[in-house]
């Protein structure tokens, strides 16, 4: 199965052909949208998106660390992480895809 990746300039092609604006518009608007859900993680908030999933911001606690290779114990230091957790509808419409 070959892999594609899904870009910034996907989606504002998306818009201008679905929406109707402009190139560049369309191209603002998409970049408009990632800002806006990009500060409100830094802020610490919850992003939902209704049919999609959550994005969420998950502080991490530090703790001791093994190298696999060698055994010797390192110490992972405190960190923030990004997560995400699919709606059911998303999970329903990945799980049928797989179907076919």
């Given at each position: 199965?070959?892999?594609k990746?899904?870009?910034?300039?996907?989606?504002?092609e998306a818009v201008f052909r679905e929406v109707g604006l402009s190139r560049n518009e369309s191209a603002q608007l998409v970049e408009s949208v990632l800002e806006h859900l990009s500060d409100?993680?830094?802020s610490g908030?919850?992003?939902?998106i209704s049919s999609?999933?959550?994005f969420s911001v998950r502080d991490k606690s530090a703790r001791v660390g093994r190298n696999p290779k060698t055994g010797e114990e390192v110490p992972i230091n405190?960190?923030?992480v990004l997560t995400f957790r699919p709606s059911h509808?998303?999970?329903d419409r990945v799980a049928d895809g797989n179907k076919s």
């Open positions: 199965m070959a892999e990746t899904l870009t910034r300039m996907d989606l504002s409100a993680l830094v908030e919850q992003v939902k999609f999933g959550t405190p960190r923030r509808l998303m999970k």
